[in-house]
């Protein structure tokens, strides 16, 4: 299958910093790639839809001025979540569609812990 | 508002035995339907995808879809420990790359 690589896998920062994580399709171009989060024990929340050259969808309840997204190119996109707050501690996992079948390949996920 | 539903577990099966996992879905117009197994710790790794009708079969995993039924489940045969993880069912309703929604999951625990 297809390979999507994040980074980083593990941060800690202070509460009020700023924190990017990375998601790349290393053999794929990848125009729409999909951020998701997920709490302990919970499911997968999908967050945003990432599309290159234009400006990311939010789902519902999600803050886009919290959670800044910029896919610049075909295969990288990138999570900013700024103003970080301990609440905000949880797995970020991003993931690109494979052409014509729509299964999603995931990244290795990012675990944030805001202190 | 699209549902996917599962029994969270945990499901316990003694290793050799067939493991059997549910989901049902809410949107009647879905088009494709995936297993995922995600490890503690770790991102969903996609282990079967389903998209008509029927059974799929794929070495031990087999999948099963009766859309009319709204309903899919995962068969894994000869269950090993190393199949212990949680299983997410995951469908995707509009054919095109607007993401999939997830069930909650159902952790699988193979029994030695």
């Known amino acids: 299958g297809a390979v999507v690589s994040q980074h980083p896998s593990w941060v800690i920062c202070k509460s009020g910093t700023s924190v990017k994580i990375e998601c790349r399709s290393l053999?794929?171009?990848?125009?729409?790639m999909f951020w998701y989060r997920q709490f302990p024990k919970q499911s997968l929340m999908l967050m945003a839809t990432?599309?290159?050259?234009?400006?990311?969808?939010?789902e519902q309840g999600v803050e886009k001025d919290k959670f800044l997204i910029n896919h610049a190119s075909l295969t990288l996109s990138t999570l900013t979540v700024t103003s970080a707050h301990p609440e905000d501690s949880s797995f970020y996992i991003c993931?690109?569609?494979?052409?014509?079948?729509?299964?999603?390949?995931f990244g290795e996920g990012s675990r944030l812990t805001v202190l | 508002q699209k549902e996917v539903e599962q029994n969270s577990g945990p499901l316990s099966v003694p290793e050799g035995a067939i493991a059997s996992l549910n989901c049902t879905y809410s949107?009647?117009?879905?088009?494709?339907f995936f297993w995922y197994r995600q490890y503690s710790g770790k991102s969903p790794e996609l282990i079967m995808s389903?998209?008509?009708?029927g059974d799929k079969e794929d070495g031990r995993f087999t999948a099963q879809l009766n859309k009319a039924s709204q309903y899919v489940s995962l068969l894994i045969r000869d269950s090993q420990p190393s199949d212990s993880a949680t299983y997410l069912c995951?469908?995707?309703?509009?054919?095109?790359?607007?993401?999939?929604?997830f069930g909650k999951g159902t952790h699988l625990i193979i029994q030695p």
């Open positions: 995951a469908v995707n309703s509009g054919g095109g790359a607007d993401g999939l929604t």
């Open positions: 389903i998209y008509s009708n």
């Open positions: 990432s599309n290159e050259g234009s400006k990311a969808t939010y």
């Open positions: 949107d009647r117009g879905s088009q494709s």
């Open positions: 053999d794929f171009q990848a125009t729409t």
């Open positions: 993931s690109a569609q494979g052409a014509g079948t729509g299964e999603l390949f």
